[in-house]
C-alpha cells in the first residue's frame, strides 16, 4: 500500500492539479487503484470515463503489453 504523501506524488509527477478534469480510458481489474486515487484526491473530483464528451484538460490512458 501507497502512504497518501507518496499517492498524491503521482498526481503532481503528471501535472495534474486541483480543479482538472480527467478522463481515464482503458480502464480494468488491473489498473494502479493507488495512482487513480491520488489524480481523483488531487482533482477534487471524479475521472471521467470514456462515454463522457466533456471538455477535458488530462487523459489518463492504461495502455497494456498486448493492446
Known amino acids: 500500500m501507497v502512504a497518501a ?3 498524491q506524488n503521482y498526481a503532481q ?5 486541483n480543479d ?3 478522463q481515464e480510458l482503458g480502464w480494468d481489474e488491473d489498473t494502479d ?3 487513480r486515487v491520488s489524480v481523483e484526491e488531487t ?8 462515454d463522457s464528451d ?3 484538460d488530462v487523459v489518463l490512458l492504461w ?3 498486448g493492446d
Open 43 to 50: 482533482i477534487g473530483g471524479e475521472l471521467l470515463d470514456e
Open 5 to 7: 504523501a507518496d499517492a
Open 20 to 22: 482538472m478534469v480527467v
Open 63 to 65: 495502455w497494456r503489453d
Open 33 to 35: 487503484d493507488a495512482l
Open 13 to 17: 509527477k503528471l501535472g495534474i492539479t
Open 54 to 56: 466533456e471538455v477535458i
